[in-house]
């Protein structure tokens, strides 16, 4: 007999794995496993005594109570949560995802999505770079996009790197003044003559290249992370990859890319890095589809030494989570105002993680870094074929809260919904003052609002939704 709660609950596993299976038996056909740290969700019935947990994010149902077994709990309830809008201003990204029209450069997979820099329209960058093409190969265009997806327009670049796929790629720049100056590199990557070495580096916005180094002392290898730290896009910090062997190592080149030197830390399987000023964000996705996250501290100067330090305790026992296949680096987009890291779960749905304070980071009190589902951001595209990028991953430039989401040929954005529902509060609260204290409307409108929300979009996009 089924006794079926009222509604839609969110659990956490808490035993090492935990099966779900077809029917509410304990004897019934296994169809899929949920490990340690996963958050399910779904309505709770009381079948012949036990508690079952009927999934609604995918099919199956799950024990919640292994004690008559001898396993003890298994679930737990984690409170209602979803992710707040937070201040004014923030979050903008967590509305629907819209599809934008299909890009120039598309289809293709293997190539590289990045963010950066503020262009002359007012939008943050868009690259995209390399990748093969279907029957034409590996391709070494440049593609940027300054209308927040929905046009982009080819680089033209003089002599450049080579042709390649899933190689590293990353951008940096000095402060904001008196003028930001910006570095691209690309590192290593699979080409048509096999493995790839070679670190080259733009600071033209990939008009211009030059090759800092022919063959990297890290060796040939695909998948690698890279990142520059905050400010000083010289110093370029390159992990993991694979070639003949999965790597763990951790790399610093101090000159641009020229020389590199071998750090003593192991990373973690699959690594990402990410810029987190003042520091770096090192991610990595277990096998139920959560990231786990660590601070990446480079203490510069003739002996370079590096701390890797997890951001709570799922990250800490990461090791027995991750993918036992050949690891992939999590592509994620971070958003620096609103501090939490963005990708897609095992199930194609966007989830965020909310990243703590940097000062609480040692802190004795521990930081969960739970992901939590962003309800009506999904656009079905295989997760580890896609690029999440968010234009809020500047610490100097103001980008306008959209994430982005490309795949092998299709581009799509966040839409204006959250927006205008803060937009809105806000006008309502400039009204509000207007009646008690009598606040001019025109100086709350052209003065304060601005400081709150970014300046509506003057230029292509989807200023229609």
């Known amino acids: ?127 995209v770079l390399g ?40 951008g940096g720049s000095t402060a904001p003044e008196p003028k930001p100056k910006g570095v691209i590199y690309v590192v290593g990557g699979q080409g048509a003559p096999g493995l790839l070495a070679d670190v080259w580096a733009s600071d033209t916005a990939g008009r211009s290249w030059a090759r800092m180094c022919p063959r990297a002392p890290f060796g040939p290898r695909t998948g690698v992370a890279c990142a520059t730290v905050p400010g000083n896009p010289l110093v370029l910090v390159v992990a993991g990859g694979v070639s003949d062997d999965v790597h763990r190592d951790l790399w610093v080149s101090q000159d641009g890319g020229v020389t590199f030197s071998m750090l003593s830390l192991t990373m973690p399987l699959g690594v990402g890095l990410m810029k987190w000023p003042p520091h770096l964000l090192c991610a990595s996705r277990a096998i139920n589809g959560r990231l786990g996250l660590w601070c990446l501290r480079l203490n510069l100067g003739d002996a370079v030494t590096a701390e890797l330090e997890p951001l709570d305790e799922f990250s800490q026992s990461f090791d027995s989570e991750w993918n036992h296949e050949l690891p992939k680096a999590p592509r994620f987009g971070l958003d620096l105002e609103a501090n939490a890291a963005i990708s897609f779960d095992k199930t194609a749905n966007l989830q965020a993680q909310s990243l703590p304070d940097l000062k609480s980071v040692s802190s004795p009190s521990p930081w969960d870094c739970e992901n939590l589902p962003l309800e009506k951001m999904s656009c079905h595209v295989p997760p580890d074929s896609c690029w999440v990028v968010c234009d809020m991953d500047a610490a100097h430039t103001r980008g306008h809260g959209k994430i982005y989401v490309l795949t092998e040929d299709r581009c799509f954005a966040s839409d204006r919904q959250q927006y205008r529902a803060q937009d809105h509060f806000v006008k309502l609260l400039g009204f509000r003052l207007q009646l008690t204290h009598g606040l001019p409307m025109d100086l709350w409108l052209g003065r304060v609002r601005p400081c709150l929300l970014p300046r509506p979009r003057r230029f292509a996009g989807l200023a229609a939704n």
């Not at 006794?3 to 969110?10: A, H, K, L, Q, S």
């Not at 070494?140 to 790197?161: M, N, Q, Y």
Request: charged fraction near 20%; glycine fraction near 12%.
């Open 131 to 170: 990748g093969i093409i279907p029957n034409l190969g590996y391709s070494d265009d440049i593609w940027r996009s300054v209308d927040g997806g929905t046009s982009w327009g080819l680089v033209p670049a003089g002599i450049h790197w080579s042709p390649r796929s899933e190689f590293g790629c990353c």
């Open 1 to 127: 007999v089924h006794v079926p709660m009222d509604e839609n609950e969110t659990f956490r596993v808490v035993f090492k794995r935990v099966a779900v299976r077809k029917s509410p038996s304990v004897t019934a056909e296994i169809v899929n496993a949920e490990t340690k740290g996963a958050t399910v969700t779904g309505k709770v019935s009381r079948v012949q005594g036990k508690l079952w947990l009927q999934r609604s994010d995918g099919p199956g149902w799950m024990l919640m109570d292994g004690t008559s077994l001898g396993l003890g709990k298994l679930l737990e309830r984690l409170p209602a949560t979803k992710m707040a809008c937070g201040n004014i201003g923030e979050r903008l990204w967590h509305s629907p995802l819209r599809e934008l029209p299909q890009p120039q450069w598309a289809p293709r997979h293997g190539y590289v999505a990045l963010s950066g820099g503020l262009s002359a329209t007012g939008w943050r960058n868009i690259w």
